[in-house]
């Protein structure tokens, strides 16, 4: 972990009232590990310490710090609740020479669970507040396992009236104004709010909002790091009641820094902190993907990944990743060659091994693909050869791919795109094979724009080599499978610019296959297109997690049935 303890005035802060008290607030972005309750503790316990050290009054952690977030049915196992709240009570103990600590947790207040925060502060536990708006919609689920907490009121610390709204409890207006009304000075907000495109804007208006409707600041303290297919991004920040931007963190980092807080004639202001640059757009996807593989991988104890660099654009882009999240000693890369593999392939594939500095073997799969043709021709006697005996090339790859993995442990780097999830063009138990599958979420459009940013950037905490990773060559020429002479992907899908738009509106907007239509998109193409999404949901249910960077990915957000009838029209 990363640790910044710095104090100081932000540039244009307003200086112009006497101060009349100061508090310095520790701000604690950082990466909890669901179910991890001792290694949080022992997180929160060398924060604490190294927040006293700098002279800290108060030590903020993100929501439901002690359990990671989001703990979904985990949290409904009593002696998880147990063990979260012995966490606590050991820690509260702790905290009789400061600093004070207001920390996230579950907690059960006469047999009903909640989603709360606890201010511990001399020895002790002084103040709960529960989390009253809970999140029933995209990919969360919290009305499933907590009860809704009261209307709070202001913490009192220090002679401060702290109001404490939690995440969600600051998207609608009732929690902070009810604060506001029963004399919170101060808005100090935990969350557990995961990266997605556009979010940065969404937050950022919403706290706005808040502010100029309680004339309060406002500290958010967000979460950083991958849990399963979301990637928390951290990127905390303060508003003065002027909305001046006070304090920004950076983004996809764990970072603590101390904050300075001085009370004026007309309220609290923050005046200690720095202005970090926060990265966006492509740049965050591509940091988000990094940082969601690399936590995968972490926090489930692989010792490394492998995966099958075809000398196409997915799979490169997947092992620039993974270098960048693991670096290349953890970064095994086996190319499998078959008849129809060009000999630019071979080249494209053996270029971004060695631009990358991982370990690169060449297994071809002749004998494999023969021998389960061999096998099968008994019950295939007399039919046609189809896309089933292509099929095969894949599973070979899928099948040798496992028994490395089984073999050495390495965990198995699936490399669909969103645009092949939505359209089925992949192929179950052999290309969809692995454990995680960090451009799940990335249309191919997208994948080609992020190949092109690795090349000239990575970001600032990754592993791997700097420039020029995957050769222009690979990035340019037309995708194919390379299972059958000549092929190309736009010989069964339509151009990746035209299916991509297509997509994007059928999957994140649920526009109707008329409106697409009549935004201009060819008929016979936008029908054929809703059709391969709505087959293919039983190939992406038994798909691999991967990162989720758009606003509705597979899985946690996009939930349709399997057995599905209805079709437009």
């Known amino acids: 972990m990363t640790t910044v303890l710095t104090t100081g005035i932000a540039p244009g802060a307003p200086e112009t009232d006497a101060p009349v008290d100061t508090l310095f607030i520790a701000v604690a972005q950082l990466n909890p590990t669901v179910g991890d309750v001792a290694g949080n503790l022992d997180l929160a316990r060398r924060t604490s310490a190294g927040a006293r050290d700098a002279g800290a009054d108060l030590v903020v952690f993100p929501e439901l710090f002690i359990a990671g977030y989001p703990p979904e049915d985990l949290v409904l196992k009593p002696a998880f609740q147990q063990a979260c709240r012995a966490a606590i009570e050991t820690l509260a103990a702790e905290t009789a020479d400061g600093p004070a600590l207001l920390i996230g947790a579950p907690w059960v207040e006469e047999g009903k669970l909640y989603n709360s925060v606890l201010l511990l502060e001399n020895g002790g536990i002084s103040a709960v507040r529960h989390k009253v708006d809970l999140p029933n919609y995209g990919v969360f689920d919290e009305k499933r396992v907590f009860t809704p907490g009261p209307l709070p009121g202001p913490i009192p610390f220090k002679g401060v009236r702290l109001g404490v709204p939690i995440c969600e409890d600051i998207w609608g207006a009732d929690v902070v104004e009810c604060l506001a009304e029963t004399g919170a000075e101060l808005l100090i907000v935990p969350n557990g709010s ?94 988000a993907c990094v940082l969601g593989l690399r936590d995968y991988v972490n926090k489930n104890r692989f010792p490394g990944v492998v995966l099958g660099l075809s000398g196409g654009i997915d799979s490169a882009i997947c092992a620039a990743m993974a270098v960048d999240a693991l670096g290349p000693e953890r970064v095994h890369c086996i190319m499998l060659p078959y008849r129809y593999t060009s000999e630019e392939s071979l080249a494209d594939a053996a270029a971004v091994a060695q631009a990358l500095f991982v370990r690169y073997d060449v297994l071809p799969i002749v004998a494999g693909v023969e021998g389960m043709e061999a096998a099968l021709a008994p019950l295939f006697e007399g039919t046609q050869r189809d896309v ?182």
């Not at 500290?219 to 991004?233: A, I, R, S, T």
Request: charged share 25%; net charge neutral; glycine share 8%.
């Open 194 to 287: 995961p990266y997605r495109q556009s979010v940065y804007a969404e937050r950022e208006n919403v706290a706005v909002a808040r502010v100029v409707e309680s004339h309060l600041p406002l500290l958010y303290v967000n979460q950083v790091g991958g849990q399963d297919e979301l990637v928390f991004d951290g990127a905390s920040f303060a508003l003065n009641p002027d909305r001046f931007l006070a304090l920004q963190f950076p983004g996809f980092m764990e970072r603590v820094r101390i904050s300075k807080w001085q009370r004026f004639e007309n309220g609290w202001k923050c005046l200690g902190a720095n202005l970090a640059d926060r990265i966006e757009g492509d740049e965050a996807d591509y940091a």
């Open 388 to 569: 089933t005996e292509e099929n095969l090339q894949s599973r070979v790859r899928g099948a040798l791919l496992m028994s490395v993995s089984n073999k050495f442990g390495a965990m198995v780097v699936t490399t669909g795109n969103k645009s092949e999830m939505s359209t089925g063009y992949a192929t179950l138990y052999g290309d969809m094979n692995g454990g995680y599958n960090p451009i799940k979420d990335l249309y191919k459009t997208q994948v080609t724009r992020l190949s092109r940013l690795r090349n000239r950037w990575k970001p600032a905490d990754a592993l791997g080599p700097d420039g020029v990773v995957i050769p222009d060559s690979l990035i340019d020429k037309p995708p194919t499978a390379e299972l059958r002479e000549n092929q190309k992907d736009e010989d069964s899908l339509p151009p990746y610019a035209v299916l991509d738009a297509i997509l994007e509106r059928l999957v994140e907007r649920e526009h109707s296959v008329a409106q697409i239509i009549a935004d201009g998109f060819n008929a016979a193409t936008v029908t054929r297109v809703e059709r391969l999404l709505n087959i293919a949901e039983y190939k992406r249910r038994q798909a691999a997690p991967g990162v989720k960077v758009t606003g509705r990915n597979f899985g946690r957000d996009r939930r349709y049935p399997i057995t599905n009838r209805f079709r437009e029209g």
